[in-house]
């Protein structure tokens, strides 16, 4: 049995990132996964603002019939969430940002980022900051408390509801599957639930794999172009990360097929049927589950950051593989992902050979992300233990901030 000791709030790494937003936009979007925290975070920096949910149907049909009288029930500051439920209400606020001048005036959240993109891209364009909130990472659990080992970290997940209370793993992650499928993907028109749950099921045995559309349809009867579809539905609704190649040219002998991952491996462990620590060391996901376990943080990072398009992965004809890369402006830092405890040269080799190929692109030293023992310096080699991998992935150069000031 894994025990969780309950924390009404755990600091969040964005929260930095989004108070500068908040003084230098009169609107931010706070977008992410459903239950990533994004109300909790956004009541904790601004508990003086007014807060509504569009999901709540009243409300809903309030601010679709009288937009005025919305802002009246709820005046500026306010935190609207789900704001995608009522796209016209984009307007309203736009026109209100314009006559009031004021910065840090409405927090959006949503948790489908197609719709988010089609109702704030036009309407806000120029008015709105956009940040991304992904589940707790490994460093904000670190500095919470919580230091779960490898095969309990890749079980429980980082999922906040999992740190509030006492709970159930596999009855939590399989109610947020179902809550998932009702509301977001029935929103899509979707009709067999049924296959499209299989097709879950199957995604989550492809972690860290390329992205075999054909092999995927073919298994459930569709076709590649439904597939796509699908993946698109999770990637939207930020059930899922998509990790693109990098590749120097455009030549052909480079993989240009991405690969998927979960945003939070609680939610892997659920859809293979892994329910406790024993079962997953005997899995042969192990491997693949602890690679997903260390991308998701690498996301995590980039998003608290703001550097959300930064990460890939290397793969050539000749099986030569990276698992992940982390752009850094015309660079690229090279990173190897193993569930393994013990120091390994093999881990290495990869890494040095591709490296040596392209030194134009790849810089710094390698670094290895396991489950033992940090080793700053291992021939020619870092290795961190995977508590400890945000720190590497914080390597990203700092946003130049410009203060301007009057010649006169």
């Known amino acids: ?63 679709k019939t009288d937009p005025v009288g919305f802002f009246v029930k709820y005046p500026e500051p306010v935190i609207i969430d789900e704001v995608q439920e009522v796209p016209e209400i984009t307007s309203q606020i736009q026109r209100r940002a314009d006559e009031r001048h004021l910065n840090g005036q409405y927090i959006l959240t949503g948790s489908r980022q197609l719709d988010l993109k089609k109702t704030t891209s036009q309407t806000l364009a120029g008015r709105i900051a956009t940040l991304w909130l992904l589940p707790l990472s490994l460093h904000e659990l670190d500095n919470a408390g ?14 906040p509801g999992m740190y509030r209370q006492d709970m159930d793993v596999s009855l939590f992650y399989q109610s947020y599957i179902d809550t998932f499928l009702k509301k977001d993907i029935m929103e899509q028109r979707m009709t ?8 879950l ?14 092999d995927i349809a073919d298994g459930l009867g569709v076709s590649s172009v439904t597939i796509k579809e699908w993946i698109s539905i999770l990637e939207n609704a930020h059930i899922i990360n998509i990790l693109q190649p990098w590749f120097p ?8 097929t991405p690969k998927v991952y979960f945003v939070d491996t609680g939610i892997a462990c659920k859809l293979l049927d892994i329910t406790s620590p024993d079962s997953l060391r005997s899995s042969p996901m ?8 260390v991308v998701a943080e690498a996301f995590k990072s980039c998003a608290a950051q703001n550097q959300r398009d930064s990460l890939y992965f290397f793969r050539n004809n000749k099986g030569m593989e990276i698992d992940l890369l982390q752009q ?24 040095l050979a591709i490296k040596s190929k392209y030194p134009t692109y790849i810089t710094g030293e390698p670094t290895v992300i396991y489950a033992g023992e ?35």
């Open 192 to 199: 067999d639930l049924s296959r499209y749950y299989a097709f």
């Open 1 to 63: 049995m894994i025990y969780i000791i309950p924390m009404e709030y755990i600091q969040r790494d964005i929260e930095p990132l989004l108070k500068t937003a908040l003084r230098q936009f009169p609107v931010v979007g706070l977008y992410g996964p459903r239950q990533s925290g994004k109300t909790t975070l956004a009541k904790h920096l601004c508990p003086n603002f007014a807060y509504v949910n569009l999901e709540n149907y009243p409300d809903k049909e309030l601010a």
């Open 374 to 408: 940090s080793y700053p310096q291992f021939e020619g080699c870092c290795f961190v233990e995977f508590h400890h991998c945000w720190e590497s992935f914080q390597k990203v150069e700092q946003s130049f901030v410009f203060h301007p000031h009057n010649p006169s």
């Open 286 to 293: 192990l491997g693949p589950l602890f690679e997903n376990l």
């Open 328 to 351: 850094n402006g015309a660079l690229l830092h090279a990173y190897e992902i193993k569930s393994g405890m013990t120091p390994n040269q093999e881990w290495k080799k990869t890494m």
């Open 146 to 159: 919580y230091h779960n080992d490898r095969d309990a970290q890749i079980l429980v997940g980082c999922m």
């Open 201 to 214: 099921k199957m995604l989550a045995g492809r972690i860290g794999q390329l992205v075999n559309y054909s």
């Open 249 to 256: 040219s455009r030549d052909k002998r480079y993989v240009k």
